[in-house]
């Protein structure tokens, strides 16, 4: 018998044991659980080449179950680590409207402030050209082209708190 259908003899045998702790695990919350049940037996899978070929029925039961509850308590610390998940598309569309607008209304104002080239220089930038294409285009290269998005960027920030 190969391993594959060791551990398939192994699943079949204690399938009952690993459902009862994933499902005590997911409070109850049925999808959960069988998210759980794969995750603990992709788990076991990794942890099966340690468990003794001859083990008997119950060391094989007590290495399922303290695997298992590792697993489990392993996916319970991850989770936690992660932040919940919020929809942003939601949250801006629910939240004030009127700051949105207000915020694009004080950029077009600060970039109007600005003269004629660096307004042009800007609208390059903001259409996606990289340093070497602007450079090519007004005749400067593109160390050139860095040095003078850092001077305007500068000018806007003297503009910005200046308002």
């Not at 083990?55 to 094989?60: I, P, Y």
Request: with cysteine; proline share 4%.
């Amino acid at each position: 018998m190969n391993d594959a259908e060791r551990y398939t003899a192994l699943l079949l045998r204690h399938r009952n044991t690993i459902w009862r702790l994933c499902y005590n695990y997911a409070r109850h919350e049925h999808g959960h659980v069988e998210d759980l049940v794969q995750e603990v037996c992709i788990a076991l899978w990794e942890r099966f080449g340690r468990l003794r070929p001859n083990a008997g029925v119950a060391a094989e039961r007590l290495w399922v179950v303290f695997n298992t509850r590792d697993t489990l308590r392993l996916l319970q610390r991850q989770r936690q680590r992660r932040p919940p998940h919020e929809p942003i598309a939601d949250t801006l569309a629910d939240t004030m409207p009127d700051d949105r607008d207000n915020l694009h209304q004080l950029a077009a104002d600060i970039i109007d402030s600005l003269n004629d080239y660096d307004r042009h220089f800007m609208q390059m930038i903001l259409d996606g050209y990289d340093a070497s294409e602007i450079g090519r285009s007004l005749g400067i290269t593109p160390n050139a082209v860095y040095q003078h998005t850092y001077r305007i960027i500068q000018k806007l920030k003297i503009i910005n708190h200046g308002k």
